[in-house]
C-alpha cells in the first residue's frame, strides 16, 4: 500500500508544472548546455549558502599529493563586487549584473613539488594545473545547479591581491562571473575530434 501511495505521489509529481525545473541534470546535459556568458540577469541573485554548497564540491577536485593549492575569494557584497568589476579590464560590462564574482588563485611551491624543489620541469604549472581542475570542477557544479559562469584572465592581480589581502605567496589567476543568463548564448563550433586526438 505505502510503496502505491508513493508511486502514485511521484506520478502527480511529474505532471506538475516546472517539474523539469527540479530534476537534475545528467552530467551530458551540464556538460552541453555550459557556456561562458557575457550577459547576466539582473533580477536573479545568489546566497552565499548556495556559493558555499557549490565551493564545498569543488574541494572533490583532484590536485598534486592532494596539496589542494587552490584558494577562492568570494566578492558578494555590493561594495566588493563594484571593485571586482573595476578590476577585469573590457569585460566589466558583460559581467555587471553577475551577483557574484570569484577570484581564483593558487599557493605556489605545493603541487609539483617535492621536498621544497620541483619535482619535474613543470613546476609551479602544476599549481596552474590544480587551480584548473579546480576551476572546472567549479563551473560544471555552477551549471548543475542552474548558474552560469565567466572565466576571465584579463583582471588586474595586483590591485585584486590588495583588495582581499592575498598573500604573495598565491598567484592571482583568475576572476570567475557567477549568475543567470540573461538569454541563451549561440553554441560555438568545435574542432573535429580527429584534429585534436591522435590514436595508436
Known sequence: ????????ALAALMVLPGYSQMKSPSFDEVLTTRR????????????????RELLTAVQEAPSWAN???TKYYVAISPEKLAAVQ???GGNKDRIKNAPVLIVSTFERS?????????????????????????NCYLILKARAMGFDTLIMGMREADKLRTLFSIPENEAVMAVIALG?????P???R??????VVKFY
Do not use: C
Not at 500500500?1 to 502514485?8: D, E, P, R
Not at 533580477?43 to 556559493?51: F, Q
Not at 619535482?119 to 587551480?131: K, L, R, S
Open 1 to 8: 500500500m505505502k510503496k502505491l501511495i508513493v508511486s502514485t
Open 36 to 51: 561562458s556568458i557575457r550577459n547576466y540577469d539582473a533580477t536573479k541573485k545568489i546566497s552565499e549558502a548556495e556559493v
Open 67 to 69: 596539496q589542494q593549492p
Open 86 to 88: 573595476d578590476l577585469v
Open 110 to 134: 605545493k603541487s609539483g613539488f617535492f621536498q621544497g624543489n620541483p619535482a619535474n620541469e613543470v613546476g609551479d604549472g602544476w599549481g596552474a594545473y590544480d587551480n584548473g581542475l579546480s
Open 180 to 184: 543567470y543568463r540573461a538569454a541563451e
Open 186 to 188: 549561440v553554441q560555438p
Open 190 to 195: 568545435h574542432r573535429q575530434l580527429d584534429d
